[in-house]
Structure formats: structure tokens, C-alpha cells
């Protein structure tokens, strides 16, 4: 069983950059994929990055493609969020989260129910 704890949030302006990190207890991490998801206050919570076990695919919702990139380092237990070019609509709690479904394969989900371990969250707020 893996336990997250999300961190790097924080408050910026736009067009500025922020790195989120999620430090994964556990020996099984790089058996699982892992997602990034956020919720604006008083939205629902919503995909925005996946990433395979292996690292080998990647895949992002529309809104962040080409500003966002997630990775991961298994030797550390860690999975990233770089966040370029941030805009005032990223504000959102940011949580990490892990799929168990995909284990060891060339494959992340978008979808929210499969993934059955979650951080605690981090804000990160952009200023216009």
C-alpha cells in the first residue's frame, strides 16, 4: 500500500512556473501509474496529467498540453508536475494520485475512479 504527500505549491503570478512534487511511501511505487488531478474551489475535481509505471506514456487534458509536463523518478519514489506558463484558471488544490488497475504497464487512466490512493493536496494559486 502506497501513501502520498503532495508538495511545491504555492502562490505565483501568471506566466510564472511551480514544480510539484508527490513522495510516495512504500516499495511497490513503481508498480503503479500515477495521475495529477485538480479542483478549483466549488468545482468538481478534475484530471490533468497521467503517467504510466515505467514512465514510458504520458497524457494530459487539453488545457494544460504543452504548458504542463509530469514525470517520475522510481528511484526516489516520486512523481513531478512541472507547471509552465501558469494562467489564473490553474488555481486549484492539486492531489497526486495512484492507479493500481495498470500495474506494471505501458499504461495511465484519465479516469478519476481508478485511482484508489490520494494526497492530501497542495494549493496552488495564480494572480493575474
Known amino acids: 500500500q502506497v501513501q502520498l504527500v503532495e508538495s511545491g505549491g504555492g502562490l505565483v503570478q501568471a506566466g510564472d512556473s511551480l514544480r510539484l512534487s508527490c513522495a510516495a511511501s512504500?516499495?511497490?511505487?513503481?508498480?503503479?501509474?500515477m495521475g495529477w488531478f485538480r479542483q478549483p474551489q466549488g468545482k468538481e475535481r478534475e484530471f490533468v496529467a497521467a503517467?504510466?509505471?515505467?514512465?514510458?506514456?504520458?497524457y494530459y487534458a487539453d488545457s494544460v498540453k504543452g504548458r504542463f509536463t509530469i514525470s517520475r523518478e522510481n528511484a526516489k519514489n516520486t512523481v513531478y508536475l512541472q507547471m509552465n506558463s501558469l494562467k489564473p484558471e490553474d488555481t486549484a488544490v492539486y492531489y497526486c494520485a495512484a492507479d493500481p488497475t495498470y500495474w506494471r504497464s505501458n499504461y495511465a487512466s484519465r479516469k478519476i475512479d481508478e485511482y484508489d490512493r490520494w494526497g492530501q493536496g497542495t494549493q496552488v494559486t495564480v494572480s493575474s
Open positions: 503517467i504510466s509505471s515505467n514512465g514510458g506514456s504520458t
Open positions: 512504500g516499495r511497490t511505487f513503481s508498480g503503479y501509474s
